[in-house]
């Protein structure tokens, strides 16, 4: 169902040499073995050359990796005793290494107290951006140019997989226009190191709702999304932001622009079905912003993937996104963060109203059993501190395992990633190794060992 530009992997050759080097196999892999240091005639090689081959058979011209850690979290389960072999760019079996054919000359790695798992999927990452405590967003989005915002973005890549977060579903440039869809080909070209990225490019917002707000009616601002309003527009928007390399259409189906700048929805039912008819005429998901139970009502009867945010949710908005399998995306370190950048000492001062609603309405949608899919809207906090977000799902009342789930396995399913997201021969090995237990105490996840993206080592 998904179309194929989520996994150029699986359509270029491989060429691990292109995303970085990966120094250890070069030193002990067979390609020493293929460079003779002298040639016969070439009458002779030609008739050595079946003999030559079927000696190597099969890693020739393979990049091979044999895995061992102390266990398996495998998307859905723990398992023990079990080994990965990555052949290339693709996990080729998951088994007891006395089950397994292990090819000649294949690097083994040992991580004894290590537990390996599927390369983790960030749902809701802005690497255009950074914390607001550092920039607040309305500089960021009018000061910062084009350039910077780049520069930035692919240092926040790099910090993000080599926390072990080899996707990302990246939810909007926010003013940046279509870099991000430049920062993801930038990755996939090899230039620098970066996760997988799904992009949103500009979003869409409705005219009057969206920032940045406060200056003079004279002056004219560009706004950290693209606006768009009515069927004929929207039709059109949405067309052209696939176009330009959106993978998923994100919008805004309430924000901060009711009386004394309360949340109230924005577009209305017909227009947000009309955007996901088109989006899925394409092969592609809507994502709706929605913090008000309406503006999340609205947009799960018209068909969206996921829900951003969702704080105002109420029993009944989180009962039809059961029914019609709309996941929520939580964010919960989002709010945790902005709270603190306005001055509260958590930990310290009582949970300000924002927190106490926010625990109140996940714990609501955890009793529902509406699907979580982990985001935290990274970049309001910092790259790379991705496990925050997990660490709260977990404080917030998830137990460790289902939060594994979610960020694995869970959120692949939930955007129609088939080629990752679990341990399973023929999936990308996207695998990251960390040091101890993650179900025992989830903070393990920072304790980054190894990561491996499309089998090339990262870190
Ligand atoms: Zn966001």
Not at 108 to 131: A, N
């Amino acid at each position: 169902m998904l179309p194929f530009q989520y996994r150029p992997s699986l359509l270029l050759p491989t060429s691990p040499a292109s995303c970085g080097p990966a120094p250890e196999k070069e030193a002990k892999g067979i390609k020493g073995e293929r460079k003779g240091p002298v040639l016969p005639s070439l009458g002779l090689l030609i008739w050595l050359l079946p003999l030559f081959l079927s000696s190597l058979t099969p890693l020739l011209g393979q990049d091979c990796t044999l895995i061992r850690p102390a266990r398996v979290f495998d998307g859905e389960n723990f398992q023990q005793g079990k080994v990965v072999l990555v052949l290339n760019d693709q996990i080729a079996a998951f088994d007891t290494e006395k089950n397994m054919d292990v090819p000649a000359g294949c690097t083994t790695v040992d991580y004894p107290d290590g537990t390996l798992l599927p390369g983790m999927i960030e749902g809701h990452s802005h690497l255009l951006l950074h914390p607001y405590n550092e920039t607040d967003w309305n500089d960021q989005v009018l000061k910062e140019s084009y350039a910077e915002r780049a520069i930035r973005g692919g240092i926040h890549a790099e910090k993000t997989v080599r926390a072990g977060f080899t996707t990302v579903r990246d939810l909007g440039s926010e003013g940046a226009g279509y870099v991000d869809v430049g920062l993801k080909e930038t990755i996939e070209k090899g230039v620098i190191q970066g996760p997988r990225m799904i992009v949103a490019g500009k979003a869409m917002v409705t005219t009057g709702s969206y920032g940045p707000k406060g200056f003079a009616d004279h002056v004219t601002v560009p706004l950290g999304a693209e606006t768009a309003d009515g069927l004929d527009e929207l039709t059109r928007v949405v067309r052209d932001q696939i176009g330009r390399g959106a993978d998923v259409i994100k919008v805004y189906a309430d924000y901060r622009w009711g009386a004394n700048k309360m949340a109230m929805p924005t577009y209305t039912q017909r227009e947000l079905e009309l955007v996901v008819e088109i989006a899925n005429s394409s092969g592609r998901q809507v994502v709706a912003h929605a913090a008000t139970a309406e503006g999340m009502r609205r947009a799960v009867m018209a068909g969206v993937a996921t829900i951003e945010h969702g704080d105002g949710g109420t029993r009944e908005v989180f009962e039809l996104m059961k029914k019609h399998g709309v996941a929520l995306c939580p964010t919960l370190a989002a709010g945790d963060a902005i709270e603190q950048y306005k001055g509260w000492k958590k930990g310290v001062d009582p949970d300000t109203d924002r927190i106490v609603n926010k625990q109140k309405s996940f714990a609501l949608a955890l009793e529902v059993g509406v699907t979580i899919a982990a985001g935290g809207d990274v970049g309001v906090f910092p790259h790379g501190d991705n496990a925050r977000e997990l660490e709260m799902m977990v404080d917030y009342g998830m137990t460790p395992l289902a939060v594994l789930r979610s960020v694995t396995a869970g959120n692949a399913a939930v955007f129609e990633l088939a080629d990752r997201g679990q341990i399973k021969p023929g999936l990308l090995a996207d695998l990251v190794v960390v040091q101890g237990n993650p179900q025992a105490e989830i903070s393990a996840l920072r304790k980054v060992r190894a990561v491996f993206k499309g089998g090339v080592l990262v870190r």
